[in-house]
């Protein structure tokens, strides 16, 4: 069953076309990968889906709701983490985490996140007083807060050092399997390869192919074929 299902999905910003037409749908309890370069479009893409941001024409469903029209709606069934927070700089770990959690009817524990990203030994410490992968970890956990039905990641592990980028895979793959459906953006190649059970790649605003990390990697074939590999060489094909 498809959980989002976007249609034709336009955007332009002056003379720059951000999104073009993409059309992509997820389905339930999958994570499903958005893979791009830099500037690819994947970030405009996911903020249509949240309701963040207007799209120029095309449609947008998640879990039945239009983004736009039903947001207070969709907000109570979607976390989502952002490229840049928006947390006041004197707000502490735990109390910004206790106060999101009052802000859902059935939340997730808050304390068992904090430590499950790390978290703990910092939550007397101010926001503007964490590093950038302490920020980009509790803002990991704001998303999960809520215990959503379709969480969505945009960049999950940037600024994370290798154990903690394994230890969050871990807990994306434990959030999944309680039920959660997950949207993953990232440009990792490991990432996408390790956590999607399917991606969209995208470049240039379009959607170049949708497929399995395996099913893409046998599209170009070799033995010591890589994800990246068929990134590369699907991309130049589709684009073409």
């Not at 997950?182 to 190649?189: A, G, K, N, R």
Request: hydrophobic residues 40%; contains cysteine.
């Amino acid at each position: 069953m498809a959980v989002i299902e976007v249609r034709d999905l336009h955007k332009r910003y002056g003379d720059t076309v951000a999104v073009d037409d993409v059309s992509l749908t997820v389905e339930e309890g999958e994570i499903f990968g958005i893979l791009g370069p830099n500037g690819a479009g994947k970030t405009t893409t996911v903020e249509c889906i949240e309701g963040v941001r207007a799209a120029d024409r095309g449609s947008i469903s998640v879990l039945g709701l239009d983004p736009m029209r039903d947001r207070q709606e969709l907000t109570r069934v979607l976390g989502a983490q952002l490229q840049e927070g928006q947390i006041p700089e004197r707000l502490q770990v735990a109390e910004a985490l206790e106060l999101y959690s009052s802000f859902y009817p059935s939340p997730a524990d808050w304390r068992s996140l904090m430590a499950d990203l790390d978290l703990t030994s910092k939550a007397r410490t101010r926001y503007g007083k964490l590093s950038g992968g302490q920020k980009q970890r509790l803002s990991i956990a704001l998303a999960l807060i809520g215990n959503p039905k379709v969480a969505i990641l945009d960049e999950l592990t940037t600024g994370l050092d290798p154990q903690a980028r394994r230890d969050t895979w871990a807990l994306i793959k434990r959030v999944r399997e309680n039920g959660t459906t997950i949207v993953l953006v990232t440009h990792f190649m490991e990432e996408a390869e390790r956590l999607c059970d399917r991606l969209a790649l995208i470049d240039a605003g379009r959607v170049v192919t949708v497929d399995t990390p395996q099913g893409l990697i046998a599209r170009v074939g070799g033995e010591k074929t890589s994800l990246e590999d068929a990134f590369i060489q699907l991309t130049r094909k589709g684009l073409s």
